[in-house]
């Protein structure tokens, strides 16, 4: 079960970085975070696309902690499976909720200049 899981885990690493790679070099449309539509009206595509490259570094950081997660699932006693795994994946949601945070402060303030 931790290899099935363990492969899971990093082929949805490789998924963040790449989607999210295109989402900031713009090869995504920039009403998007990661393919999927959020931009609000109002919302410049500048506001858009600086609130896109703030959020970057957060999803390299949750692809490299989902990538930690898989190893540690496949050195983690079975016994402790189901625990490892909702830890990492806790740990992981944090560090997405902090990333959509400061990409929602960065398009707000430059929303707001631009008003």
Do not use: H, Q
């Not at 999927?36 to 896109?52: H, I, N, Q, T, V």
């Not at 997660?69 to 994946?89: D, E, H, N, R």
């Not at 806790?90 to 400061?102: E, M, P």
Request: charge should be positive; aromatic fraction near 6%.
């Amino acid at each position: 079960m931790a290899t099935g899981a363990a492969i899971l885990l990093v082929i949805w690493a490789i998924a963040v970085v790449v989607m999210s790679t295109l989402g900031v070099t713009g090869k995504v449309k920039t009403t998007t975070v990661n393919g999927m539509r959020r931009r609000r009206p109002g919302e410049s595509d500048a506001a858009w696309r600086a609130g896109l490259r703030a959020l970057y570094p957060f999803t390299i950081a949750s692809a490299l902690a989902l990538v930690g997660l898989a190893i540690a699932l496949m050195l983690t006693p079975s016994s402790w499976f189901y625990a490892v795994l909702l830890g990492g994946l806790a740990v992981v949601l944090a560090i997405v909720l902090v990333g959509i945070a400061a990409m929602n402060s960065v398009i707000r303030r430059m929303s707001e200049a631009r008003a």
